[in-house]
């Protein structure tokens, strides 16, 4: 199992954000969650990369275990990539900068192997011609591409996508999730947190419904989107859909 | 009338070659505890946002009761406080406190500019693996330097003047200079207006040295689109 997530408890003030959350993702599995506004789900993924303390349960990737204690963060994220809804490129630092910096500084990689490994996946972006550009110089479809070629650089074992399409223009969503679902046929194992219902059908093998920090309803695609048995699964998708 | 004239000339050339030699010991006092300033500055700052509880208190402490005590009175107490006790000569007392008390200010600017910083930018780096002083080393304070470079100068250029104050403990730089010279030959209004004038082509050629900085060094991905 690459993700193991048991009795997961995380609350902001007096708010229940994820109320005793427990799943699993298989490697190479791609999971997406589905779900209305303040259901919980960018705090669920966000907290498996331990950008959010909780308070109780465990999560446990790839071996390595995060209790509510929140040892072994840092052995967490180096085999977990994020990305955000906001980019949050390094607006300092060139396209080529943005992708080597962390290959440079966490894996101590020299910088000609971290620049031939960027190069690489700007290719599988589509993106070498923005190679010395700073992020303010483009669109917002390239800076989740880049994003994304950011960080794969770090050769997790696990991506996180948390609603990476929620910022970006309706002409440019396609671009980025065409490069999501390469990854996932290249067996990448992903956890995607999106209102791309279409995607969720297309390149999901499970779908989550979360509702209120509760898991409602889990299963594949054809299940949860085109047959779900909740209530509450089928009143969000008749809104959404 | 032409020969007043004369005679004032060659009194301000008198009083201009008295003070000159004094101007580099302003300079070098305003450099030193410059310095000073800009390494606890940076260190108090950061620690006052650490998270660390008892540490960020203890920083704001520093800041606040440096920033609540006059500079003169500051002078006073290392010169003569804790000079008697560590033996501190003239200069070093002088740099340790105009250093320490623009230290109080300069950590209250790094702190407002790693806080300018959004916080998308702390969360990406460390989702890559990087530990909490690499953000900061290589992400956060790149970034922050640009917003706090221009009240930084600004502080400088008031150090500058503050060193003045030195003057009060023996210290001879420019404003001392110009004391011992009114003392000895009672010439109060050139003498004075003389002093003032140097101080006023440093901080003048100064802060026309930071705007010049500043547009050769605005930087690639900020504000403006090329």
Request: hydrophobic share 50%; with cysteine.
């Amino acid at each position: 199992m690459m993700i193991e997530i048991e009795n997961l408890v995380c609350r902001f003030g007096g708010t229940v954000a994820v109320d005793n959350v427990s799943m699993t993702v298989e490697k190479g599995e791609v999971v997406v969650i589905i779900g209305p506004s303040g259901a919980g789900k960018s705090t669920l993924i966000r907290c498996m990369n331990a950008l959010e303390a909780f308070e109780s349960g465990r999560i446990i990737i790839d071996g390595i275990t995060v209790d509510k204690d929140h040892k072994h963060i840092h052995e967490l994220r180096l085999e977990v990539g994020m990305v955000f809804q906001q980019f949050n490129l390094f607006p300092h630092l060139n396209v080529i900068d943005n992708i080597t910096l962390a290959q440079k500084v966490v894996r101590k990689r020299s910088r000609g192997e971290a620049e031939r490994k960027a190069m690489k996946l700007l290719e599988t972006v589509n993106l070498t011609d923005k190679v010395d550009a700073y992020p303010e110089q483009l669109s917002g479809g390239q800076k989740q591409r880049v994003a994304i070629a950011r960080a794969l650089a770090m050769d997790p074992k696990v991506m996180l996508f948390d609603e990476v399409t929620s910022a970006l223009d309706p002409e440019m969503i396609g671009e980025v999730l065409e490069v999501m679902k390469r990854l996932a046929s290249a067996g990448m194992t992903m956890v995607i947190v999106t209102h791309e219902i279409g995607f969720a059908r297309e390149a999901a093998d499970r779908v989550i419904f979360m509702d209120d920090g509760k898991i409602v309803e889990y299963g594949p695609p054809s299940g949860v989107i085109d047959n779900p048995i909740e209530p509450r699964t089928r009143e969000f998708l008749s809104k959404v859909l | 009338m032409l020969n007043w004239l004369g005679q004032q000339v060659v009194l301000y050339w008198d009083i201009f070659k008295y003070l000159i030699p004094a101007v580099p010991w302003t300079i070098l006092i305003t450099v030193c505890s410059f310095a000073l300033a800009l390494l606890l500055g940076l260190t108090i700052g950061i620690l006052r946002i650490s998270g660390h509880k008892p540490i960020s208190s203890l920083a704001g402490i520093y800041i606040n009761v440096i920033r609540g005590v006059p500079l003169l009175v500051q002078i006073f107490f290392i010169y003569f406080g804790l000079g008697g006790i560590l033996n501190l000569d003239r200069f070093t007392a002088g740099v340790l406190a105009v250093g320490i008390c623009y230290s109080a200010y300069l950590a209250e600017i790094f702190r407002s500019g790693i806080a300018a910083i959004a916080h998308g930018q702390h969360e990406a780096a460390l989702s890559l693996g990087m530990t909490r002083f690499q953000t900061l080393r290589y992400v956060i304070l790149p970034q922050s330097l640009r917003i706090v470079i221009p009240p930084i100068a600004n502080e400088f250029i008031a150090s500058l003047k503050d060193s003045s104050l030195v003057s009060i403990i023996g210290m001879r730089e420019l404003t001392r200079a110009g004391r011992e010279y009114y003392s000895q030959y009672f010439v109060d209004f050139q003498t004075w207006f003389l002093v003032g004038l140097i101080y006023l082509v440093m901080t003048i050629s100064l802060s026309r040295l930071v705007k010049y900085l500043e547009r050769i060094y605005a930087v690639k991905g900020f504000g403006i689109a090329r």
